[in-house]
């Protein structure tokens, strides 16, 4: 269940089987993570996502981006896409699938 490594790692297993161990530069998790609200990742901070890092989710304490390492295409998936102002009031551009694109200023 439980392994304490002196000076070392802590192992957490379940069903025999590790599922989580601290490590010098962090933690692994093997499986999924589930949270109850939200995970917290300060500015600077980022979610890498590829075997590369290829797809990359940040914040520099001004702006936001999502930045792919060109790898391939960025692909946004859905019936409609719209992209909305910050306060979410106002729409910029609305996309609706086998009908229209619609720019708004």
């Known amino acids: 269940m439980l392994e ?3 000076g070392g790692a802590v192992n ?3 069903g025999g089987a590790k599922k989580f161990e601290t490590t010098s530069y962090g ?3 093997t499986g999924r993570l589930v949270t109850t609200s939200h995970i ?7 979610i890498r996502l590829g075997d590369g890092d290829d797809l990359q989710l940040y ?6 981006y999502i930045k792919d390492a060109g790898t391939g295409n960025l692909v946004l998936n859905g019936s409609q896409i719209w992209l909305k ?3 979410n009031s106002a729409n910029m551009i609305g996309c609706v699938e086998g009908s229209y694109v619609k720019l708004f200023h």
């Open 4 to 6: 304490c490594i002196e």
């Open 12 to 14: 957490l297993f379940y």
């Open 27 to 29: 933690a692994d998790i």
């Open 40 to 46: 917290d990742v300060p500015d600077d901070a980022r």
């Open 59 to 64: 914040h520099d304490g001004s702006h936001s």
């Open 85 to 87: 102002n910050a306060a």
